[in-house]
């Protein structure tokens, strides 16, 4: 018993040790996530492996407002505006596979590079998670210009419709 007591005095009259590297909790500069300027905003949501999902406004794939990889023996990269939603597999060496569902209807297989970054803002952060540990990408609006102007509407060709004339 007086050794229990003893214990609970040396516990609670001690101070605490101190905090070394609060890791995650601010001050690590090498954990800050800066989320890269795109020249048009979209919003996605991101579920990860996990099945948890993320949304995010300002989405690019490493600063970019596209998905880019290997279609057959050649290169792609496949706009925002043309994707409703990405779901990827792992894949072999490093890749993994991206089906990509077209706002068409149209689904796309091409693979992508693991290591690349997703970038986005939450309402309480900046968020980034590479592709390795994504499942699913929903694009979920955009494109907004950084000016503020929502981008025209494109015709089924691809080519910005063209702003009416306003009267001198």
Not at 50 to 61: K, R
Request: hydrophobic fraction near 40%; charged fraction near 25%; proline fraction near 8%.
């Amino acid at each position: 018993m007086i050794e229990t007591v003893a214990l609970c005095a040396l516990l609670f009259s001690s101070p605490p040790p101190p905090l070394a590297n609060m890791g995650g909790l601010g001050g690590d500069d090498d954990k800050r996530v800066d989320v890269p300027v795109a020249p048009e905003i979209f919003q996605a949501t991101v579920t990860d492996v996990t099945l948890t999902d993320t949304p995010l406004d300002e989405f690019s794939v490493d600063g970019y407002t596209h998905v880019a990889g290997s279609l057959g023996a050649g290169t792609i990269a496949i706009r925002f505006e043309e994707i409703a939603r990405v779901d990827l597999e792992p894949g072999e060496k490093g890749k993994s596979v991206a089906l990509i569902t077209l706002k068409n209807g149209q689904v796309k297989k091409i693979v992508v590079d693991n290591k690349v970054p997703l970038y986005g803002k939450t309402g309480f952060g900046n968020f980034r998670i590479l592709v390795k540990d994504v499942k699913r990408v929903v694009i979920t609006g955009g494109p907004i210009k950084r000016n503020g102007d929502k981008e025209k509407p494109r015709t089924a060709g691809g080519a910005a419709t063209p702003a009416p004339k306003s009267a001198p």
